[in-house]
């Protein structure tokens, strides 16, 4: 996934997200290294749209590391991040992460 562009590793992370129970956990933990790998080192460079996709696909899986740095990628942009994209996050952070759902909350 490394050679793979952002965009294209959130897609994945989302479409296989609605079939996660049909993953081995095997298969699991290699998706969440591979993308780890390939997203958070570029993370800067994602557009609010991915940002977004990357937080709700690791909370659907339940990987702290991408969604804190999306998380945070996305507090730093508050200013210029389209409102719907950031209304599409603001709910499921409040309930994942309650000091970052507090930040976006205050930028609303």
Request: charged share 20%; glycine share 4%.
């Amino acid at each position: 996934l490394s050679s793979w562009p952002g965009g294209e590793v959130v897609k994945l992370l989302l479409a296989l997200a609605r079939r996660r129970q049909l993953l081995s956990s095997q298969a699991e933990e290699s998706l969440r290294l591979a993308a780890d790998s390939a997203l958070i080192a570029s993370i800067s460079t994602l557009s609010p749209e991915d940002l977004a996709g990357s937080v709700l696909a690791a909370l659907a899986y339940g990987w702290s590391s991408l969604r804190e740095a999306a998380s945070e990628q996305i507090l730093q942009r508050l200013p210029n991040f389209p409102p719907k994209t950031l209304l599409s996050v603001t709910a499921p952070l409040l309930q994942a992460s309650p000091e970052i759902g507090k930040k976006l909350v205050t930028a609303w």
